[in-house]
């Protein structure tokens, strides 16, 4: 239910999207349903409001529901005026804006309502991979309203009225809201459900804009915008932030802007947006302690395949050494980094990897490597790649050997040296084509650009 802090459905639109920019649709669409003495009930534009308008000048299609109509449930009409949204939106090629405040079906409706629904899911389904999806959870969005929001790309929530559930916390087995509110968007975004937790109805509606314009419109337009920053900018101290990818790539960003999604699900894994002298891209980045997992490889394929469909290149920044060792991570790593694999050999973008760090082993193949199609492969100066940590195959290929010794300790030191000076120095990968330069980590910026400029973006 709405309270007086929160905005209401119209000025929701009117805060998102420029001033006087909006135009409603369907505004005076309503029930045509009498089952329960409906017909004695007004429900203004059907508890929804459909239209569309400009941010930052680019055309957007938006729909807001609201709350005091119904509680903003979902019956026929409503559903049809959404429906009817994403046929115009698909057709002038520009995202959908869904502002969620909804109480779930309209159970008055029964059937018709249940109907409405799927024709949202196969309207988004169409849409998908053709124009951008965007879903705001402002409020109440449980149930089959809950699918169809985490049917769009890129998910927000407020932290502060936001709840996202199939089932309500008390309706799950040995549980109970104060025990753990499972609709809350700390639960639901550690579970990977939402990109951008954000504070307050003003800040998702702010962060929307921000992500809208940095986003290409549809699958075949060009996304980025002006930038006044330097492409040649030297980045002091670079190696040194290789441990916290996000900063690192804030830094490499135009305006030290990176818009992170996804970013307290799977930690080991970091994904988003930057613009690289006014041209959008995706990067895609290892963290922690260099160890692939299941939620982690699920997370950048997605993303991946988001960025192939719109054209959006793909950087990487690679420091993975292993797999993760657990027997939960057994059942499902396998299958994860193959599709993984499949996500970054099958994108048609240009797509450039920066190793920064360690690249062994299988782990390093499947992060957009040169091995399954990665059109430009970097190094900075002093990174390892190879089969695997040479301490680890030392221990393995010397082990007798180094048995033998007096001093195991510095027998295995000594061929460990001597198996990373042969075998992973990133120089040996450079002269056999792996890599296709080794820079230094002060000048990753500009030889991003480069190496975007090259495939053809301004």
Known sequence: ????????????????????????????????????????????????????????????????????????????????????????????????????????????????????????????????????????????CGGGVAVSSLLSDFTFMDSQNGK??????????????????????????????????????????????????????????????????????????FEGMISDPAAALAQIADGNVFMETKKEYAKDMVTGFMTLNGGTVGAVANAGDGVLTTAGCKKAEKFVYFCDAFGIPVVTLTNVKSYASTMEEEKTIGQAVADLTCAFASADVPKVNVITGEAFGSA???????????????????????????????????????????????????????FDEMQCNVNIAAKRGYVDNVIEGAQIRKQLIYAMQMFGMR
Do not use: W
Request: net charge negative.
């Open 1 to 140: 239910m709405s309270n007086s802090a929160k905005m209401s459905a119209r000025q929701r639109i009117e805060s998102l999207v420029d001033a006087n920019s909006f135009v409603e649709i369907g505004g005076l669409v309503t029930k045509r349903n009498t089952d329960f003495n409906m017909q004695e009930k007004s429900v203004p534009a059907d508890g929804v409001i459909t239209g569309y308008g400009v941010i930052d000048s680019d055309l957007v299609y938006v729909y807001s529901q609201d709350v005091s109509a119904m509680n903003g449930s979902i019956g026929e009409m409503h559903a049809k005026k959404i429906a009817r949204l994403y046929e115009m939106a698909v057709k002038a090629g520009a995202p959908v804006i869904g502002l969620i405040d909804c109480a779930g079906v309209r159970i008055q409706e029964a059937v018709d309502a249940l109907a409405g629904f799927g024709e949202i899911y196969i309207s988004k389904v169409k849409a998908s991979g053709v124009i951008p999806q965007i879903s705001a959870i402002l409020g109440s």
């Open 164 to 237: 996202l559930f199939v089932n309500s916390p008390n309706a799950i087995a040995g549980n109970n809201v104060e025990k753990c509110d499972t609709a809350e968007a700390a639960f639901q975004a550690e579970a990977g459900n939402v990109d951008f937790v954000c504070d307050g109805e003003a800040d998702v509606l702010a962060q929307i804009r921000s992500l809208i314009q940095i986003l290409p419109a549809n699958f075949d337009d060009f996304a980025g915008k002006d930038t006044e920053d330097d492409m040649n900018r030297v980045i002091s101290g």
């Open 364 to 418: 390093y193949v499947a992060m957009n490597s040169k091995h399954i199609g990665a059109d430009l492969v970097l190094a900075l100066e002093g990174a390892k790649v190879g089969v695997m940590d040479a301490k680890v195959a030392a221990q393995i290929m010397y082990e007798d050997e180094i048995s033998k010794e007096k001093d195991t300790n510095a027998a295995l030191e000594k061929k460990a040296k001597e």
